[in-house]
């Protein structure tokens, strides 16, 4: 007996019919599989969600130390030294 071990999993999801056939058109059209496809802009919201966290710490620590120009950066980097 052989095993096959997957390394997906398999999600059911309900769509509008509308969607759905957008989903299916637009897949096609960039020669992917719904699957892929849908995977593919998960990764994308995912990239974009970690950059909004980046984006976030950074007005942060620029609030917090007073940043307002690459000047301050390098005057900033320049007092540590």
């Given at each position: 007996?052989?095993?096959?071990?997957?390394?997906?999993?398999?999600?059911?999801?309900?769509?509008?019919?509308?969607?759905?056939?957008?989903?299916?058109?637009?897949?096609?059209?960039?020669?992917?599989?719904?699957?892929?496809?849908?995977?593919?802009?998960?990764?994308k919201?995912?990239?974009?969600?970690?950059?909004?966290r980046?984006?976030?710490?950074?007005?942060?620590?620029?609030?917090?130390?007073?940043?307002?120009?690459?000047?301050?950066?390098?005057?900033?980097?320049?007092?540590?030294?």
């Amino acid at each position: 007996m052989t095993i096959i071990l997957r390394n997906t999993e398999v999600v059911s999801i309900s769509l509008p019919k509308r969607i759905a056939k957008k989903l299916r058109v637009v897949s096609k059209s960039k020669g992917q599989s719904r699957s892929a496809f849908i995977a593919s802009l998960i990764d994308k919201e995912a990239e974009n969600e970690r950059w909004k966290r980046i984006f976030k710490k950074g007005r942060e620590t620029a609030k917090k130390f007073n940043i307002v120009s690459e000047e301050d950066i390098d005057r900033i980097l320049h007092e540590a030294s």
